[in-house]
């Protein structure tokens, strides 16, 4: 895959706002032209030409989505970011809520994927990246969320295998912990359990939106052909101990 063989058409789903509006942002910077797929509207207006607002959870609005953009050419980069939470200790979790977050933050990356990759094929090459967690490392509270991130993972391992005889590679970042108001939606300021995450961040800040971008970029990056099934922890070194 070279930048001239195809056209450079990426998607990101969950890309209106948090860290997928970093990563829109930074393909948009690296030249790439960025169509994000969001249940809202992106929040940096120079997005909202290519933007279409569909709920990821609705596997036939997400393909209308998806074969809208198809129809003007190939997209060779695939960000899979899409995702929510819902934390719940062991005792907590509600068996209900498991569909709903496997179907957000699971389902759209397999559908995505077998949309896009025959494209991929056809151009000689492609990305696909997959926005995980540190979380598959063990985090309390997070049952039906680090599920969803180690599946994803390891599908990712999988498709990184099956996929690199048509010069696709497929690798994960594990972002974590990310200054957005996500985080903070799941993590009150005011707790002592958040001070924790915080102050045990080796590199002394939470991370940004563009921390978790540029690792993107780096895979997205036609220069990284020759890496495949890794996963790379964007956590200011919380990963390693």
Request: proline share 7%; with cysteine; net charge neutral.
């Amino acid at each position: 895959m070279t930048p001239s063989s195809h056209p450079r058409h990426a998607v990101v789903t969950g890309g209106a706002r948090n860290i997928g509006l970093g990563i829109a942002r930074r393909l948009q910077t690296d030249g790439w032209r960025v169509f994000v797929l969001d249940i809202a509207e992106p929040e940096d207006p120079s997005l909202h030409a290519d933007a279409q607002q569909v709920d990821l959870s609705d596997p036939k609005a997400t393909s209308a989505a998806l074969e809208d953009i198809l129809k003007l050419g190939p997209v060779t980069c695939l960000v899979n970011n899409v995702g929510i939470v819902k934390p719940a200790s062991f005792d907590a979790v509600e068996i209900d809520d498991f569909d709903p977050i496997m179907h957000l933050n699971l389902r759209p990356s397999i559908l995505a994927a077998k949309l896009v990759v025959p494209g991929m094929r056809a151009a000689g090459g492609g990305r696909i990246v997959m926005n995980t967690s540190r979380v598959t490392k063990g985090k309390r509270d997070r049952t039906l969320y680090s599920a969803t991130k180690g599946a994803i993972q390891s599908m990712a391992r999988t498709w990184a295998l099956e996929l690199a005889r048509d010069r696709i590679t497929v690798n994960c970042v594990a972002p974590g912990p990310i200054a957005t108001t996500a985080f903070w939606e799941n993590n009150p300021k005011d707790a002592p359990e958040t001070r924790a995450i915080v102050d045990a961040v080796p590199l002394g800040r939470m991370g940004t939106p563009d921390d978790v971008a540029q690792a993107v970029s780096f895979f997205a990056d036609a220069r990284s052909g020759f890496i495949t099934g890794q996963t790379v922890f964007v956590c200011g070194g919380t990963a390693v101990g």
